[in-house]
Antibody, heavy 119, light 112 residues
Framework: QVTLRESGPALVKPTQTLTLTCTFS??????????VTWIRRPPGKPLEWLAR???????YYSTSLRTRLTISKDTSINQVVLTMTNMDPADTATYYC???????????WGQGSLVTVSS | DIVMTQSPLSLPVTPGEPASISCRSS???????????LDWYLQKPGQSPQLLIY???NRASGVPDRFSGSGSGTDFTLEISRVEAEDVGIYYC?????????FGQGTKLEIK
């Protein structure tokens, strides 16, 4: 059974760095063609793709946010970490950790982590 | 980046009636393998998004057969043959051909 769970602060101040952790089970990021991605949805706005990390440690980022994002993995404890620097109120959103099936679709989603950016 | 454009953005539907959502991509989503990398997701109120359709026309596990996907390299359609109350939410198309992945703006389906 595949599960993913996001954890991190619910509130961050502007200019701070956000660190979100995705803890997953039911699959391994050591397995060829396995990938994990982060997606967010700001209130009243559409889904936005953020970053992806692959089984071979390849990493990909949103064009508009690449300078602020870092994604990493620790396969020994089945975790993927996303950091976002210089947080702004416009980054207020629910952040989702998602598994990507080897075929390429997003098949398992975490419950989401609501992050509010406010002083 | 590939731009995804959905229409309509709001879709009121009477239960039992059909519904259709259009999605257009700024580039062809046809992969050299022959597959078209277009997926559809539904975010129901208070829930995480869920996969409905992958590779243009394949229903995800557990998705009712009243949902169907079709289209060519750049123009796609999600159809619901008979809308039920449980279908309310925001529908997104997404291109999975290449990173950065991109979503449409979302179509909010509501029951009349």
């Amino acid at each position: 059974q595949v599960t993913l769970r996001e954890s991190g602060p619910a509130l961050v101040k502007p200019t701070q760095t956000l660190t979100l952790t995705c803890t997953f089970s039911g699959f391994s990021l050591n397995t060829r063609d396995m990938r994990v991605t982060w997606i967010r949805r700001p209130p009243g706005k559409p889904l936005e793709w953020l970053a992806r990390i692959d089984w071979n440690d390849n990493k990909y980022y949103s064009t508009s946010l690449r300078t602020r994002l870092t994604i990493s993995k620790d396969t020994s404890i089945n975790q993927v970490v996303l950091t976002m620097t210089n947080m702004d109120p416009a980054d207020t959103a629910t952040y989702y950790c998602v598994r990507i099936h080897p075929v390429g679709y997003f098949d398992y989603w975490g419950q989401g982590s609501l992050v509010t950016v406010s002083s | 980046d590939i731009v995804m454009t959905q229409s309509p953005l709001s879709l009121p539907v009477t239960p039992g009636e059909p519904a259709s959502i259009s999605c257009r991509s700024s580039q062809s989503l046809l992969h050299r393998s022959g597959y078209i990398y277009l997926d559809w997701y539904l975010q129901k109120p208070g829930q995480s998004p869920q996969l409905l359709i992958y590779l243009r026309s394949n229903r995800a596990s557990g998705v009712p057969d009243r949902f169907s996907g079709s289209g060519s390299g750049t123009d796609f359609t999600l159809e619901i043959s008979r809308v039920e109350a449980e279908d309310v939410g925001i529908y997104y198309c997404m291109q999975a051909l290449r990173v950065p992945y991109t979503f449409g703006q979302g179509t909010k389906l509501e029951i009349k």
